[in-house]
């Protein structure tokens, strides 16, 4: 089982940036993405469901990101708009099989982790 994730960068504050997770070798009843800035613990920041689609997220990138999957690819993509500089932090996908409808959004949930890529967002 792999989770790749790609799309990571430098951008400006205000500006978006589309984060993909290719996903191979089993299909993952939820994708979820999470990410740790320096010196913090690593955040829930949304969540989809393969089978039904729903998706959720956290408080604060609320109404400024979106999760959307191709399951024909077995890719999960994270759009991030008007980015803020508190957004800067290395961004995980990760699957799990928990919940087969339901959308999971607890990380000790999730099993099976990417490498990580960076964002960074200037002010």
């Known amino acids: 089982v792999q989770l790749v994730e790609s799309g990571g960068g430098l951008v400006q504050a205000g500006d978006s940036l589309r984060l993909s997770c290719a996903v191979s070798?089993?299909?993952?009843?939820?994708v979820g993405w999470f990410r740790q800035a320096p010196g913090k613990e690593r955040e829930f920041v949304g969540a989809?469901?393969?089978?039904?689609?729903?998706?959720a997220y956290a408080d604060n990138v609320k109404g400024r990101f979106t999760i959307s999957g191709d399951n024909a690819k077995n890719t999960v993509y994270l759009q991030m708009n008007s980015l803020k500089p508190e957004d800067t932090a290395v961004y995980y996908c990760?699957?799990?099989?928990?919940?087969?409808?339901?959308?999971?959004?607890?990380?000790?949930?999730?099993?099976?982790w990417g490498q990580g890529t960076q964002v960074t967002v200037s002010s």
């Open positions: 989809i469901s393969r089978s039904t689609g729903r998706t």
């Open positions: 990760a699957g799990t099989f928990a919940s087969f409808s339901e959308v999971v959004t607890t990380r000790d949930q999730y099993v099976y």
């Open positions: 070798g089993r299909t993952f009843n939820n």
